[in-house]
């Protein structure tokens, strides 16, 4: 068993199409919320192979889509300051600020570094005793388990040049803003596989039963994907409302409570602004007070920031999906990934970045039958 | 978001109090934390990101997965072969 050719077996993948196909007989929309979905969704073609009435809606899931501006003029401020080491996983460095990225930076002198992993930005701290090393900590639940991590071990090390620019956010407030909003179409959702492995799935009971909406939890192979879409359509079906685990190799209920342990240890609850969204209230983590001397944000005082917008863009609305991207008038003219207006067109897990990377530039049906 | 890759673990060890260990992806190998999977021993199939493990893979639950979808139409074939084009 190798969890990866066994979940894209063609048989079984067409198997589950033949059924879902049984199954529907009513339009119905889902929310796939997490990137990594959306981009394995139209990787492999899933939601054009799907029956017509089924139509997927592509979440918010992208961490580096949803990070504030704020934030990345922040990081563009501090990463220019002659003393830092700035380290960043790697898809933060196209990110368009209010007028440059870290690549900018990068190329004007600013010493920018890619980590794979924020025990890797510990080490550049303990190698140069002499600069300040200051790590970009972005993400959902699935990351912040390592940023903690990394936290509690420079504290237990004494690393005084370390810190962190941490804008963490999180799941469940964002479906419940989605559902809150007038124009949301969203009638099933499928729940980010990676993300309830660390959180558990119990938090989206509540949201489950007050909405009346099937929540699933969704792996991202092509298999587990469908398998997903299958449980929700038979939920829909049934007018049934309830949480499913469809990546049972992979979640339990409860998630994983080491890490919830050292995130608790760490973080504290506060409100977010979502790029593109807008504020979700106690919708992402921070340093609480034990951790705040590690805080780039207040470590550097970078003043206050005024952000600016591409007055063009409309990753927002790619974002809660009220358009998809080849419906933003920009794409694929103005708006490129060699020159992203949004994030949504930047990031690996972005929507905008998917449809143009996978082709995805007029409707299917317009394509020449 | 939260893109993992499932890997085999191949070495377990301990790095200045931290439990970590050596992962294998399908040829490449590579260091990685494993701290919040304290239950997962050499042999053992993780989920990682950013350098973590995040989980351990469940191998029953995998096979009754694929189990379940072995069986998905199996009773629409003895009810009514003929719809199945």
Not at chain 1, 259 to 284: H, L, N, T, Y
Not at chain 1, 297 to 324: P, W
Not at chain 1, 345 to 360: D, F, K, L, P
Request: proline residues 6%; hydrophobic residues 40%; glycine residues 8%.
């Amino acid at each position: 068993m190798k969890y990866l050719t066994e979940f894209r077996n063609n048989d079984l993948v067409q198997k589950l199409f033949h059924e879902i196909h049984q199954i529907t007989t009513r339009p119905w929309a889902m929310m796939e919320v997490c990137g990594g979905q959306t981009h394995s969704i139209i990787r492999n073609g899933i939601d054009q192979l799907l029956p017509p009435e089924i139509e997927l809606i592509h979440g918010p899931g992208c961490p580096v889509c949803v990070t504030p501006l704020e934030t990345i003029d922040k990081a563009l401020a501090i990463a220019a300051q002659p003393n830092v080491i700035f380290c960043s996983f790697g898809d933060m460095l196209r990110v368009p600020g209010s007028d440059h990225d870290l690549f900018a930076v990068k190329s004007q002198g600013g010493d920018i570094r890619i980590v794979y992993s924020p025990l890797d930005a510990l080490k550049v701290a303990r190698d140069n005793p002499d600069k300040q090393v200051v790590f970009f900590g972005i993400g959902f639940e699935t990351t912040a388990p390592a940023n903690a991590q990394a936290l509690v071990v420079a504290k237990k090390q004494g690393l005084k040049n370390f810190s962190m620019l941490v804008s963490h956010v999180l799941v469940p407030p964002a479906i419940e803003a989605l559902m809150q909003s007038p124009t949301c179409r969203v009638q099933a959702f499928l729940a980010a596989g990676h993300v309830c492995s660390v959180m558990g799935y119990w938090q989206y009971e509540p949201l489950a039963e007050k909405y009346h909406v099937p929540i699933v939890v969704t792996g991202f192979e092509p298999l587990d994907v469908l398998n997903g879409i299958y449980h929700a359509v038979l939920q829909l079906e049934a007018s049934r409302h309830e949480v499913e685990n469809a990546y049972s190799r992979a979640v339990q209920r409860e998630g994983n409570l080491p890490a919830q342990k050292v995130m608790q240890e760490v973080f504290e609850v506060c409100d977010r602004k979502w790029r593109g969204i807008g504020m979700i209230p106690q919708s992402g983590w921070q340093l609480n007070a034990a951790y705040r001397d590690m805080d780039a944000a207040i470590r550097f005082q970078v003043g206050d920031i005024r952000t600016q917008e591409s007055s063009i863009c409309r990753s927002g609305d790619v974002l809660q999906g009220l358009i998809k991207p080849h419906q933003c008038p920009a794409f694929g003219k103005e708006c490129t990934p060699s020159k992203p207006l949004g994030a949504t067109m930047v990031s690996s897990e972005g929507a905008c970045a998917a449809y143009y990377n996978y082709g995805r530039f007029i409707e299917h049906e317009q394509v020449a039958p | 978001m939260c893109l993992g890759v499932p890997g085999q673990i191949k070495e377990v060890y301990e790095l200045e109090g931290v439990r970590m260990g050596k992962v294998n992806f399908g040829g490449i190998v590579k260091e990685v934390c494993l701290e919040y999977v304290p239950e997962a021993v050499v042999g053992d199939y993780t989920i990682v990101h950013v350098g973590f493990a995040i989980t351990r893979l469940d191998e029953a639950s995998a096979l009754e997965t694929l189990k379940m979808f072995e069986e998905l139409g199996v009773l629409d074939e003895e009810l009514n072969p003929e719809h199945l084009e």
